[in-house]
């Protein structure tokens, strides 16, 4: 099970390194230098608005159904075409729900064509959402790693074009990054569909209204869950704009340009959870110990997020004013802590992946609820005083107390073995990373600071591999085996 997971973890890991940083970096902060942090910030903010009512599109059917596949292939013949049936119907209650929603709010005719379409493309992502945890649950984790980074290299092209191809007078403007992401959605949506659908030896559009109440019934507990994490980790953009008024648009651009880099890394953290949530689903049922994975998935991640999150914490202030045109030190104030809040995200990654894999969802609810009641009040109350910098403070306060608490449970519920010479190293390590960072932004040597950065990373992972943090023979024997 542990070559299995290095070997997918490894092919999942080249595509997105070469495809979604190349996004984030080279188009999607484009897009926002293009537009003015104003007009990228108002986008975000409907972005985010999309989100709060994402649960409507999945009812938690995602998790529940890659749990249900890995434990039991069969499934899937059955599945298949009642849970499209039931997702068709939940997009047009969806999107009824947002633009009556944005109605409310008083968004103005341009605000409301725009979140037309970005909730017309929450939806076909969730269609992608949803084949991929059939790919996953089948295992077949190498096609569901091509998928991840279907829509992004498709986005890629396209915006490309619009961006620098200079074929239009006109300059670009927002809602055609909104109309990229329609198209390239849609044909990630057939791709991924095809690939589902090769694995099923029939498909017949019956409806089954007692396996649909069986369904619902069984997912609510993760529609529960996929509520309570959005609106913790995405509502602190819809109450910038809305707390602060005339500088709330402008405020939730500066955000967002920090939570741009934040989610280059949760890409990372995300690929390790959609790997481990069959794999512990897989091994619970047949009563195996989880630890040892537990442990490798969690050094892994630990590792190499220690090494970057601490490097960009101290270079901070560069990084903001090399990817941004508008960049003020406030970019990389905000940037600094925001970064931070991976390591516990990274937390919620392993152990509330395996809480979820375990079917503990009534803890794993109650833990995001209080980590959602404390994101409102502390956004509440930090973001008119201190704007940007509050939400930043109250989400990495959120995340801080949401991780702590998934890994306390976790260990109880699970009862996990803890190799506490591993949990000591990791401290051990964590503050050398953060000295190794210092010690490469303080000395110059006439290098490049970018060179510098990027040299003390890897002297942090060699740390790693000297410490045994990082299994040396095992990373080898499965690189030597996808060679062969």
């Not at 529960?224 to 913790?232: C, E, K, N, P, R």
């Not at 919620?348 to 404390?374: H, Q, R």
Request: charged share 10%; glycine share 6%; hydrophobic share 55%.
């Amino acid at each position: 099970m542990h070559k299995n997971f290095i070997s997918n973890l490894a092919f999942l890991l080249f595509l997105n390194v070469v495809v979604k940083p190349f996004w984030v970096f080279g188009i999607d902060r484009t897009v926002q230098n293009t537009v003015g942090a104003e007009e990228y910030g108002m986008y975000f903010a409907l972005f985010n608005f999309t989100l709060l009512f994402q649960i409507l599109l999945d009812f938690g059917i995602n998790q529940f159904n890659n749990r249900a596949i890995a434990q039991n292939h069969d499934k899937l013949n059955v599945f298949l075409p009642n849970i499209l049936l039931i997702k068709m119907a939940l997009s047009v209650v969806y999107l009824v729900l947002c633009v009556s929603g944005a109605y409310w709010l008083q968004y103005n005719s341009f605000q409301i064509h725009l979140l037309f379409w970005l909730c017309f493309n929450q939806i076909l992502a969730s269609f992608v959402a949803y084949f991929r945890s059939n790919l996953s649950g089948l295992h077949l984790f190498k096609k569901d790693s091509v998928v991840s980074v279907m829509d992004k290299g498709l986005m890629i092209v396209i915006c490309g074009i619009l961006l620098w191809a200079s074929f239009s007078p006109t300059p670009f403007r927002i809602e055609w990054f909104v109309y990229a992401q329609t198209f390239a959605y849609f044909l990630a949506a057939l791709g991924s569909f095809w690939m589902v659908f090769q694995s099923t030896s029939r498909l017949q559009f019956h409806l089954d209204t007692t396996l649909i109440r069986s369904i619902f019934r069984e997912s609510y507990p993760y529609a529960l869950a996929i509520l309570l994490m959005s609106i913790y980790y995405r509502i602190d953009g819809v109450m910038l704009e809305y707390l602060l008024e005339e500088e709330g648009a402008k405020e939730t651009g500066i955000y967002a340009a920090a939570f741009r880099l934040l989610d280059v890394v949760n890409i990372f953290a995300l690929m390790f959870a959609n790997i481990l949530l069959p794999m512990f689903a897989r091994m619970l049922a047949k009563k195996e110990d989880v630890s040892d994975l537990v442990g490798l998935g969690g050094k892994t991640l630990y590792v190499f997020g220690g090494a970057g999150v601490l490097h960009c914490f101290v270079f901070s202030q560069l990084i903001m004013q090399w990817l941004y045109v508008e960049y003020t030190p406030y970019y990389g104030e905000i940037f600094a802590y925001l970064i931070l809040t991976f390591l516990p995200i990274a937390s919620t990654y392993i152990f509330g992946t395996l809480l979820t894999a375990n079917g503990s969802m009534k803890v794993f609810n109650w833990i995001a609820l209080t980590g959602m009641l404390l994101n409102i009040a502390l956004n509440s109350w930090l973001i008119p005083l201190q704007q940007a910098f509050g939400a930043t403070i109250a989400t990495l306060a959120t995340q801080i107390f949401v991780g702590t608490l998934y890994f306390v449970f976790a260990v109880r519920i699970v009862k996990l073995k803890i190799n506490w010479l591993t949990a000591l190293k990791l401290v051990f390590y964590f503050a050398a990373c953060g000295l190794i960072a210092h010690i490469a932004f303080s000395i110059n040597l006439h290098l490049d600071w970018r060179l510098r950065m990027v040299v003390g990373m890897l002297v942090g992972l060699v740390l790693a591999l000297v410490l045994d943090l990082l299994d040396w023979r095992e990373i080898k024997g499965n690189v030597l085996r996808r060679n062969n």
